[in-house]
């Protein structure tokens, strides 16, 4: 039977001991049925993957109607391996693992059930004829075909075996082994990293063959402590563990990735029961620790099948602990319940299937192990950068740019620049020729040591501050970044603006090769929109910021007009339906005849509301008209504003990328003109501002 998604196996052993011509494996697997085979007790039905147990009277043991208990039970099984050769038992309990195994998926294959079932013949399988070698074997050369194959793949394996022999590890290919290893039990301890269990102190051996492999597991037999006891003279008193180790790296992709897989090939100690087998002293002991262990086993599938329970106890016992990523991780696990066929052993071949049904409510999460290799990473990584050196440099060659380097600038770079920053900012370098990245870093890192330096010095005189801020920004003007975005949502804020057609920005773009201006070169200007932004940023700053205050005093005032018009509707209104009213009890008062002077006359409350109202409303009214008429200024002085705005940037454009003189001088004028004019802005705001002065 099985676990997880895989289809996993079940192996039923439904006969006694035949002598010769053991056929077993995968699915169910079932020597000849002999006479003694219990068919009032049992029901194997192999294609259905099915094994019926019936309550009959000659089976005194189950018999417990008294309890109310079931008198027959039906286990569904993934497979049921009755009467087939090992090799079809490879076939259908693990060679999709060893795949899987390859591919990155760690698997389980693992053997249980009452002692002598069979465990140890599935796994390891028989010495009598190669035709008889169990799972592991078969497993190795299955991966060692694989290796081969895929040469596309540089395929490592490693092999180790550990035995778990009442609650102690032991290495089973130590180099230590031989006849004094029971004296080096306990060095091993059972580790974790992540998701992962490992164990330290486990010797991990090289394979590159299969040869040298089945050497290595043959040795590890070797070492296996075999007792002997009632049912089964070469009964194995231990669990152990075959573990084959991968690491895949692919040879036409990335090294730095790679993948790595546990492939565990476990062959369990056998459950008994003590009583029944007439153990005593050291095998009394034995079997209550493999009987214990196997009990925590089962505790262990119990919680993992359960998802409510958050706790799984697997490190109660050596055996789940090593286990853990096995049975309830990332992997793709396959159980084979071995279970005999005799009347005799009807009890354990129960509870043999109700461990593996139960084993099936497992749900595992198979995963690929992938791995990044930081090493490996760090040396692709630089060979890339360097490839991408060379190529900029053919690239620098061929525009005739030869002198540029992509290494970090030098102390005497730095220098350089330090000192190209200083003059600049003393006025005695025009520009500061950029050609590379790293050199505007150094730049800009200059200009920020410059402007703290300043700062410092500057402390307690405005002035001079002043002065240094301005002279930065100037000169800064041409390399600072524009906030071009703000500048347009605020524009879009403005429902009265209508000369954006008008901005520079809507004129086709032309950029020069970098951007880069220097003094030997023939100089291409910016396109207008770019220029227009540095040039507010900049030389146009001062009428920009007057701008922007027009802007928010118009948005303002446009607010206070929009809430004066509505408390005038909503006053109006109040007074229409007062005079409604009004006119309403007049009218009542006319049709009942009513021959009293002061009948005619509307409540005095009506009348006194009337002219509240009226007064409020004249009030509003005429705030009402101020504010109007301060909007129509604003929007006027906004307007103004951004003419100025834009034909001061003509003129400054046209300077700054040296166009034709005549050109020139028919702007200069104008601008003379308007530089009183803009001065004169930030007053009016003021005056704006105080809402009583106006
Ligand atoms: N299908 C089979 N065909 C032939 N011989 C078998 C078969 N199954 C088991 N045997 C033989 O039965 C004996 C007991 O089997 P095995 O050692 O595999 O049992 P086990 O479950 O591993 O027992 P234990 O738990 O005590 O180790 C062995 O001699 C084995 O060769």
Known sequence: MAVHQRSPSNLTELERICKEEWQRIPKSRCRKLVASFPR???AVLAQKGRVNIYHRKESRKLKDSKNGQPNS????LDGILQDVSQEEVYTQVCRRVVQGALDGYNGTVMCFGQTGAGKTYTMSGSTKSYKQRGIIPRALQEVFQEVEKRTEYSI????SYLEIYNETLVDLLSPLHGASHRSHRGKLVIDEVGREVFIRGLSLHPVHSEEVALNLLFEGE???IIGSHALNRNSSRSHCIFTIHIESRSRTLSAATYVTSKLNLVDLAGSERVGKTGSEGQMFKEATYINKSLSFLEQVILALADRRRDHVPFRQTKLTHVLKDSLGGNCNTVLVANIYGEAAQIEETLSALRFAHRMKGVKTDPAVNKHLDPALQIKELQKEVQM??????IHNTLVNRPNITYEPLSEAQLAEINSQVQMYLDGRLKEINIISIRQVQAVFAQFKLVVHQNKRQGEGSPASRKRLESESKSKLSSIQTPDREQESQELDTMTTDTQESQLPGNEPLQYCENNVLSPGLPRTPPSKADAFEDFKVGQGSTINSILKENKAVLLERHG????LTEEINSIKKEIDCTTATIQQQKEKRETQGTLHMSCFEPDASLLLKIKELKAQYQQRYEALRDIKAEVNYCQHL????????LSEFEIWYKQT????EEELELTVDKTLEQVSLSYCIPHILLILGEEKII
């Not at 991408?388 to 440099?393: F, Q, R």
């Not at 906004?638 to 705005?645: F, K, P």
């Not at 990328?657 to 034709?660: C, D, E, G, I, T």
Request: charged residues 25%; proline residues 3%; glycine residues 0%.
């Open 73 to 76: 039970w039906s286990f569904q």
């Open 40 to 42: 009032r007790l049992m």
């Open 638 to 645: 906004v307007d103004q504003c951004r003419v100025r705005l």
């Open 560 to 563: 206070l007009l929009r809430q």
């Open 657 to 660: 990328f040296m166009l034709p």
């Open 388 to 393: 991408l050196k060379d190529e900029l440099s």
């Open 222 to 224: 070797m070492n296996r």
């Open 156 to 159: 490592s394996v490693h092999m």
